[in-house]
């Protein structure tokens, strides 16, 4: 049941809603993502708006954080529209409209925290307000992201299963969405059959594209329902624009936008799950192994002056053993073992009140990563093994989702887990077999790599395996001193994208 004070904010949001229309919305949202993202003449079309207005850094007193944006237009798809009774309408020309719609959800969201703050501990509302503000916070636009999203799903029977669902192939869709994505910063709303091949792209392409990541207000007001239809935290429902970034407005449709472009990118890389999520077993079995190989050349790459090789069978004829997925060594020695994980974060693991218990099967997933490397740590002490690991050998579980970020509650939880498995499987593995295992985030390895050292990586992977705070750290945290260096793989991306990365866009 709601409080007094959810009822009376959700209301006054439901009413100002009613006094405008879901186009307005939509539209408003875009102008204010435009407005503090660069994009000020495209939006001075649309807006009214003074030169403090476009400061969009966090603690600026007009900020509008995109995820609140996010879900107002999510709200503005499910609340029950009540009529003004005098017939007023909101003035959605006005960048004031939309900063005090905004602040309103910001309202519903503190609401919504000290409700679940009466019976949760706050800990547990850091995880989920980190998973929904990180990645905004990252960005969506990046070499990385484009290349991993082909590795992943575009080739093999993942890239002939999407192309299957979809109509194109994986480079074809990241290409005419980027390209959806470049007009959609530079204009509200563009009906894009009018402009023919788009360079290079061909019209029929962008329509299969836009069919596929777009929805009429009809379809996105049903999605929404099901969605959102259940009394929970208004900031942790899921989000019609994930699947659908870009609304349709008009008559058949055609009018496109998009009130959050940078969106269109997510979809066009993580979000190409949506589109697999239907295939069998054997097509995540390949994603997950494309996962592995991604990171082993990643760091085959990045590592210098080290030995980066893949797993290895070994053990007596009645018993065999796996080594975790990636070894770095140095000399004949390892140095750091590397468990991968590429599963799909669920929506309990990333905004439940109790996530290891909502998502106790997906949580387990992690935890045998961790029991692989301790089984790994303890079969080098015991002598076990064919190669000799360091003393000071490290481990790491590498994850395609954020699974414990800003974790000291779940972090503990999950090495619960991963000691059950280890004392059911081999009570032989004792504790000092069982290190403190960093579980890390595949953007922030390539970010730390992208501007440190391999020996930063290690001390860094150190420093966390020793961590006495309980707080499951980012790998980047602090990181002051850096050096740039290149991303491995442009070169191909250049060959796999090259409308992307060889002729700039120009509409």
């Known amino acids: 049941m709601q409080t007094l004070g959810q009822r009376a904010y959700r209301l006054k949001l439901a009413k100002l809603i009613s006094k405008s229309s879901l186009l ?15 994009h000020t003449d495209a939006a001075r079309r649309y807006m009214r708006f003074a030169p403090d207005h476009m400061n969009g850094d966090a603690g600026s007193p007009y900020v509008l954080y995109p995820w609140q944006l996010e879900t107002l237009v999510n709200e503005a798809l499910v609340l029950p529209h009540i009529p003004d009774r005098r017939g007023r309408i909101l003035v959605t020309e ?33 995880h989920r307000l980190s998973q929904r503000q990180f990645e905004w916070q990252r960005g969506f636009t990046n070499q990385p992201r484009f290349y991993r999203a082909v590795q992943l799903f575009g080739q093999g029977q993942v890239g002939a299963y999407f192309a299957e669902q979809v109509g194109c192939s994986v480079p074809e869709f990241i290409e005419a969405a980027f390209y959806i994505f470049c007009g959609s910063c530079n204009s509200a709303s563009g009906t894009w059959s009018n402009y023919g091949d788009v360079g290079g792209v061909s019209a029929a392409l962008i329509e299969t594209v836009l069919d596929r990541i777009s929805l009429g207000p009809a379809n996105a007001r049903a999605m929404a329902k099901e969605l959102r239809g259940y009394d929970e935290h208004i900031g942790y429902k899921p989000s019609v624009l994930r699947r659908h970034p870009i609304l349709r407005f008009g008559m058949p449709d055609v009018d496109a936008i998009a009130p959050l472009p ?26 997950g192994s494309r996962f592995e190989q991604y990171c082993s050349r990643y760091l085959a790459a990045m590592l210098d002056d080290y030995d980066v090789g893949s797993e290895y069978r070994y053990g007596t004829k009645k018993r065999r053993f796996d080594t975790p997925d990636i070894l770095v060594s140095k000399g004949e020695t390892v140095r750091l073992v590397v468990e991968c994980k590429a599963k799909r974060m669920p929506i309990t693991a990333r905004f439940s009140g109790d996530p290891v218990s909502s998502a106790a099967s997906a949580y387990e997933e992690i935890a045998k990563g961790v029991f692989q490397v301790w089984r790994y740590f303890s079969h080098a002490r015991r002598g076990l093994l064919p190669r000799p690991a360091a003393e000071d050998c490290l481990g790491m579980v590498l994850t395609a989702d954020p699974w414990l970020i800003m974790a000291q509650k779940l972090h503990p939880e999950v090495m619960a887990i991963a000691n059950r498995i280890a004392d059911e499987k081999d009570p032989d593995i004792i504790a000092t077999d069982r290190p403190r295992v960093p579980v890390v985030l595949i953007d922030e390895l390539e970010y730390l790599l992208q501007n440190a050292t391999a020996e930063t990586l290690l001390a860094r992977l150190a420093m966390l395996s020793n961590d006495t705070s309980g707080w499951e750290w980012s790998l980047v ?28 866009f120009r509409r």
Request: charged share 25%; glycine share 8%; aromatic share 10%.
């Open 24 to 38: 307005d919305i939509v539209g408003m949202t875009w102008c204010a993502w435009a407005i503090q993202n660069g």
């Open 94 to 126: 006005n960048f004031s409209t939309i900063h005090a719609l905004t602040k309103l959800i910001q309202r519903i969201e503190e609401a919504d925290d000290r409700r679940f703050l009466e019976n949760n501990h706050v800990l547990y509302e850091v």
């Open 262 to 287: 940078p969106l269109i990118l997510q979809r066009a890389t993580s979000g190409l799950f949506f589109d697999i999520v239907g295939g069998e077993g054997a097509i995540w079995d390949e994603v």
């Open 477 to 504: 945290h602090g990181l002051d001193d850096k050096v740039s260096r290149p991303y491995p793989f442009s070169g191909e991306l250049r060959e796999l994208l090259p409308k992307i990365y060889g002729t700039p």
